[in-house]
């Protein structure tokens, strides 16, 4: 590839004008080149740290039939390697992805779940009951403990602070997903636990509790969905703005969402605009954000789930500003500025320009280097000689455009260009 401009993690910006050159799946040289105009700008490939493939954004089943559209979804929005997190093994259908040759990101699978014992779980359910140490040795060794919390009960920290050790001393990660209820965010603190998931609920002082490295993946997307179902209009007007950003998506999915609210949605909810205040009064924490699109759950598809949670973390970080900073504060919204209506129910913002590339870097770092070497990624979300060529492709530079970090062009996959949204012949990506 010839004067295009590659992301640099190192300084977490693009570099200047390069040739870079592949040979057999792998990033054989980049060297200094000459100016261009319109050149191409090249990202490393995505992480994703939380999917589910078994089911769909619609609230149903994945039949086979779609996987390889579902794979292709995240490869449209620059996905190397996404993690499954809640499905039944995978095993078999990473055989089927190798015989089908279907062109899909890098799949890993984390350890079983694990619900606590309070919980009811049925049978044949995929989550295992209580704390037990049953490993998969064909699965990663993350191992999601998924604390919910019920009757306004906590949870044995004996038990919780026992596991982890137990995990840790196994080389294993204990992974807490806390669905955003206090009791099992403070419990999951108390007890150490270095990885958590969902939106935390006010009061929590994340960073000033915690006194470990930890990282956390809000999964906004999910309660930011619940909160558009309450209001379709809204929610429509924003399935239009996803077609837009994410193309596949609005080929292949736009229009197939049903905005009604089920029977078992119509109680009390807290809305999304109590989370994000959460977020932005706890600005020491964005600097240990990991990336999860939380894809599966309802409105959120491969691809779109990415740009959905994106446009969140750009909204809300921008309106924070620097850690240790006060934001600036003008008239006028971000939301308006760069994406046209905003929700004053939802997301209130404030404008602040300067900032945008800033907290676009922040956010690339995290979707690229940071969440990839979590998951223990090949190329570790970089680009660099001898390492594999997984990167996507632009034609404009993502920190300045008004779109934002997508849509993007083509995506590369170990060298072979396995999605673009160009016109292309038999045979090749689509």
Same mark, same amino acid.
């Given at each position: 590839m010839k004067s295009v401009r590659i992301w640099d993690s190192e300084k977490a910006n693009f570099s200047g004008f390069v040739d870079l050159e592949v040979s057999q799946g792998k990033i054989l040289s980049i060297k200094p080149a000459g100016e261009k105009p319109n050149p191409e700008f090249l990202l490393p490939g995505f992480c994703d740290a939380s999917v589910t493939l078994s089911a769909n954004g619609q609230g149903g089943k994945t039949n086979l039939s779609e996987l390889s559209k579902v794979f292709l979804g995240f490869l449209s929005?620059?996905?190397?390697?996404?993690?499954?997190?809640?499905?039944?093994?995978?095993?078999?259908?990473?055989?089927?992805?190798?015989?089908?040759?279907?062109?899909?990101?890098?799949?890993?699978?984390?350890?079983k779940p694990h619900l606590y014992s309070e919980l009811e779980v049925g049978e044949g359910t995929n989550y295992q009951? =209580?704390?037990?140490?049953?490993?998969?040795?064909?699965?990663?060794?993350?191992?999601?403990?998924?604390l919910k919390e019920k009757d306004n009960g906590g949870f044995s920290q004996t038990e919780l602070f026992a596991k982890r050790k137990e995990l840790e001393?196994?080389?294993?990660?204990?992974?807490?997903?806390?669905?955003?209820?206090?009791?099992?965010?403070?419990?999951?603190?108390?007890?150490?636990?270095?990885?958590?998931?969902?939106?935390?609920?006010?009061?929590?002082?994340?960073?000033r509790t915690q006194k470990r490295d930890f990282f956390w993946a809000p999964l906004f997307g999910i309660l930011y969905l619940q909160e558009l179902k309450r209001n379709p209009s809204m929610g429509k007007e924003?399935?239009?703005?996803?077609?837009?950003?994410?193309?596949?998506?609005?080929?292949?999915?736009?229009?197939?969402? @049903?905005?009604?609210?089920?029977?078992?949605?119509?109680?009390?909810?807290?809305?999304?605009?109590?989370?994000?205040?959460?977020?932005? @009064?706890?600005?020491?924490?964005?600097s240990n954000?990991?990336?999860? @699109? =939380?894809?599966?759950?309802?409105?959120?598809?491969?691809?779109?789930?990415?740009?959905?949670?994106?446009?969140l973390w750009e909204n809300l970080l921008q309106e924070s500003g620097n850690?240790?900073?006060?934001?600036?504060?003008?008239?006028?919204?971000?939301?308006?500025?760069?994406? =046209?209506?905003?929700?004053?129910?939802?997301?209130?913002?404030?404008k602040d320009v300067d900032s945008l590339p800033r907290v676009r870097r922040h956010i690339i770092q995290t979707l690229s280097e940071k969440t990839?070497?979590?998951? =223990?990624?090949?190329?570790?979300?970089?680009?660099?000689?001898g390492g594999?060529?997984?990167?996507?492709?632009?034609?404009?530079?993502?920190l300045k455009r008004a779109s934002g970090i997508f849509p993007i062009e083509s995506m590369v996959l170990g060298g072979k260009l396995v999605y673009t949204s160009k016109p292309t012949k038999e045979g090749t990506a689509k």
């Open positions: 929005a620059g996905f190397s390697h996404i993690e499954s997190v809640g499905d039944p093994s995978l095993t078999s259908l990473q055989a089927l992805m190798v015989k089908s040759k279907w062109n899909a990101p890098i799949l890993s699978q984390s350890q009951s =209580g704390l037990k140490a049953n490993f998969d040795p064909k699965r990663n060794g993350h191992t999601p403990i998924f001393a196994n080389g294993k990660l204990a992974i807490a997903y806390t669905f955003a209820d206090k009791t099992s965010w403070e419990d999951a603190l108390d007890t150490g636990f270095s990885v958590l998931f969902h939106p935390m609920p006010p009061g929590t002082n994340l960073y924003e399935e239009i703005l996803w077609g837009t950003l994410s193309p596949y998506f609005g080929k292949v999915w736009k229009g197939n969402l @049903s905005w009604e609210l089920e029977p078992s949605e119509q109680d009390e909810f807290t809305p999304f605009s109590v989370y994000a205040s959460q977020f932005r @009064s706890e600005r020491e924490t964005h954000l990991l990336f999860a @699109s =939380g894809t599966g759950h309802w409105g959120l598809f491969p691809g779109q789930a990415a740009v959905v949670e994106v446009r850690i240790g900073e006060k934001p600036k504060l003008e008239s006028k919204g971000f939301w308006d500025s760069i994406f =046209g209506k905003r929700s004053e129910m939802i997301l209130p913002t404030q990839c070497q979590y998951l =223990g990624a090949d190329h570790g979300g970089r680009l660099r000689v594999p060529a997984h990167f996507s492709i632009l034609t404009e530079n993502p």
